[in-house]
């Protein structure tokens, strides 16, 4: 008999909380190394939550942090919009479910600080992820441009080009409301 014949093939329920960040997750927010030069936003965003204008949603599966999503509620507060950003999901853990669950989390702490709409941006070159988001009840709003920098642990600053499609829902449905309470 094959060895593949003697192995198998099966479905295991896994443990998934969705929870705001602690100061206990930031080193394994940089999944191994991939976000390590992200270090200094990750500890920025976590100060934003910690003075209330942010929140972190963590996926936590087994203490590490399967996915996530960041709410700023600073930037387009003149608007009264929430924005979305870093919304990710560590491979292994994809398609099952989760990033559904952390935006539905997230949509629900910004229907409870009584903002009733969203925004988020999708870079030109991940179109393809749009369908995540229309599943979700996401449209196209507009388009944005900018720039934006940050220094790695080793000192380097890294100036990145911003080029998004911007996507808004909004979260005027009583159920979603209700669902905060
Ligand atoms: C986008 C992302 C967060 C979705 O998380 P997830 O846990 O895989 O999402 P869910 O399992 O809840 O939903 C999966 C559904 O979303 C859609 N979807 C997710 N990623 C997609 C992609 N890249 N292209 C097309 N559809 C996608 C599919 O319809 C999929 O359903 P299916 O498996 O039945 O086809 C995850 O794929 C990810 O981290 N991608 C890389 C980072 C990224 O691009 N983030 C978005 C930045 S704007």
């Avoid at 909380?17 to 965003?45: K, M, S, V």
Wanted: glycine content about 8%; hydrophobic content about 40%; some cysteine.
């Amino acid at each position: 008999m094959g060895e593949d014949a003697i192995l198998q093939r099966d479905t295991l329920a896994v443990p998934v909380t969705i929870r705001l960040c602690r100061e206990t997750d930031l080193p394994a927010l940089e999944w191994f190394g991939e976000f390590t030069p992200h270090r200094e936003i990750i500890r920025r965003t976590f100060a934003t939550q910690a003075r209330g204008d942010g929140s972190m949603v963590l996926a936590d599966v087994n203490g590490f942090p399967a996915g996530q999503v960041w709410i700023d509620y600073e930037r387009k507060r003149h608007l009264r919009r929430a924005t979305i950003w870093a919304v990710r999901v560590f491979p292994a853990f994809r398609r099952c479910g989760i990033g559904t669950r952390l935006m539905l989390a997230a949509e629900r702490l910004v229907t409870a600080r009584g903002v009733d709409e969203i925004e988020l941006g999708i870079d030109r070159d991940n179109l393809g992820v749009i369908h995540f988001y229309e599943r979700l009840g996401y449209e196209p709003s507009g388009t944005e441009r900018g720039t934006y920098s940050y220094r790695t642990p080793d000192g380097r600053t890294v100036d990145v080009a911003i080029d998004q499609i911007l996507l808004h829902k909004r979260l005027n449905d009583r159920h979603t409301r209700h669902a905060a309470q």
